[in-house]
């Protein structure tokens, strides 16, 4: 069993930056792939970024590239998402998963474990 914690969500200006951090406890949090997700009011929940356990593996959805940044330090178990150049559209419930495989993957299906979100609003 895997526990996910979020943090760092917030309110902030359009072009604004936050990082949001997903803290784990459990199983080992090192050998298994992490991503980051996230649900706005009347959608469906959307791939943002995803990471391998390892290396240099990284995916992002196309409407955050160049923008968002995923990391983790796999010693301090937790997962990071770096939102720059923020834009009132990427306001919603931001959630990180953990997926029981080394490689990164962008369908939420294939992951195992979710956190309870952290909002994050952006004004236009």
């Known amino acids: 069993q895997v526990q996910l914690v979020e943090s760092g969500g917030g309110l902030v200006q359009a072009g604004g930056s936050l990082r949001l951090s997903c803290a784990a406890s459990?199983?080992?949090?090192?050998?298994?792939?992490m991503g980051w997700f996230r649900q706005a009011p009347g959608k469906e929940r959307e791939f943002v970024a995803t990471?391998?356990?390892?290396?240099?593996?990284?995916a992002y959805a196309e409407s955050v590239k160049d923008r968002f940044t995923i990391s983790r330090d796999n010693a301090k178990n937790t997962l990071y998402l770096q939102l720059n150049s923020l834009k009132p559209e990427d306001t919603a419930v931001y959630y990180c998963?953990?997926?029981?495989?080394?490689?990164?993957?962008?369908?939420?299906?294939?992951?195992?474990?979710w956190g309870q979100g952290t909002q994050v609003t952006v004004s236009s």
């Open positions: 990471i391998s356990w390892t290396g240099p593996g990284t």
């Open positions: 459990g199983r080992t949090f090192s050998s298994q792939a």
């Open positions: 998963a953990a997926a029981q495989r080394y490689s990164w993957t962008t369908v939420a299906q294939e992951y195992d474990y």
